[in-house]
Each structure stands twice: as C-alpha cells, then as structure tokens.
C-alpha cells in the first residue's frame, strides 16, 4: 500500500513533464499510469499512457487500445483503440528488427564453417522457430481468455480495478504472442538461409562461405 500511495505522489505532475520518456524510465511511467487509472483518475492516466506510447512504450499502446475499444473511462473509440494499437505493433517490429539485427551481427561473427555444424545450426533454428511460434500461440489464447473474464466479471460487477487488470493481461499477452511469433519466424528464416548455404554438385557436397 505504501509503495502505491508513492508511485501516485511521484505520478503528480508527470502528465504535464513526461515528454519524450527515457527508454530505462518506461516502466515507472507506465506503473504511475496504472496507479492514476485504478484511483479513476482516467484523464490524467490516459494522457500519460498516451505520452508512453509515444516514447515507445508498446504495453501502453495495447493499453489505450483496450481502453477505447471498450469505452473504459474513455469514449468508446475503434478509430482510436486502432490507432494505438497499430502504433504498438510498429513499436514492435521496430524494436524486433533491431534485435534481429544485432543477433544476426553477432551470428555472423559466431557463424558454423563445416557442413555438420551448418546442418545442426539450422535444424536446431528451425526447431526453435516452431517451438516459439507454438508458444506464441498458446500464450495469445491464454491471455485473451483469462482477460475476457477478468473484464466480463469487472464489467458485471462495475470493478475498474478487473477492467484495468483483464485490460493489462490482454494486453500484455498479446504483446509476448507478437515478440514471439516474430523471433520464431526470424528463427525459421535464419534456419532457411543456412541451408542455401549448402550446395550440391554431382556427387560432392560443399558450404559455401
């Protein structure tokens, strides 16, 4: 109770100065908007979600989205929720062609030079991509169920605090479905690509480099 009741006095103010929100304070901002829409100060926390996904804050964004999708505080709004949930999706990819960039950067440096070592590599990539795509799969049918019936049951029981948590499940799963379907496909890809390294000629089989 005494770390909420700090998170909303530090949070005084922060919609009005939280511009351009700093990558390593995503997650305090984000906390301070929680804390401001469970004591229904929605505008306030609305404002500040708004500003975090604007940052790159992609779990805010899904956030706005649930929120104007189902008029929680807000004005139900599709163009809206849309919107924000098209920006968090760009957010995604962004941030997962950067990694994808990084990795492959760093594979390339690390990358197998016998036909065995390119053979297991991009079986154990391929592998890997359909075990996270599956994943991915089971993570977005868990979170969409269990944040529908936290919402149902705020709903029923006209409880923001289950509206916002089924809200955040939701969101958060559909998040960790995305990342995962994404880093799969890479996975299978990069998978894909080392096999055409692998070139057959008459009778010979070589890598080439």
Same mark, same amino acid.
């Given at each position: 109770m005494k770390k909420i009741v700090f998170i909303l006095a530090c949070s005084i103010g922060l919609v009005s100065f939280a511009q351009n929100i700093p990558a390593d304070s995503l997650d305090f901002y984000r906390r301070s908007a929680h804390v401001l829409l469970i004591e229904k100060k929605v505008d306030e926390a609305v404002e500040l979600y708004k500003k975090l996904a604007l940052s790159g804050d992609a779990l805010s964004g899904y956030q706005l989205h649930e929120l104007y999708s189902q008029g929680n505080g807000v004005?139900?709004?599709?163009?809206?929720?849309?919107?924000?949930?098209?920006l968090a999706e760009e957010t995604l990819a962004l941030k997962a062609q950067q990694a994808q960039a990084k990795a492959a950067e760093k594979k390339s440096e690390e990358s197998p030079q016998t036909l065995e070592e390119v053979l297991n590599e991009s079986g154990r990539l391929i592998e890997r991509g359909g075990r996270e795509k599956n994943t991915a799969i089971i993570v977005g049918l868990a979170g969409g169920a269990v944040g529908s019936a936290l919402i149902t049951v705020g709903m029923t029981q006209q409880s923001i605090a289950a509206d916002v948590a089924g809200?955040? +499940?939701?969101?958060?799963?559909? $998040?960790?479905?995305?990342?995962?379907? +994404?880093?799969g496909n890479n996975h $299978?890809?990069?998978?894909?690509?080392?096999m055409r390294r692998v070139k057959i000629s008459g009778n010979g089989i070589s890598v080439s480099f």
């Open positions: 004005p139900k709004d599709p163009q809206e929720a849309e919107k924000w949930r098209s809200g955040i +499940i939701m969101g958060g799963c559909g $998040i960790a479905a995305f990342v995962l379907e +994404i880093v $299978i890809r990069q998978g894909g690509e080392l």
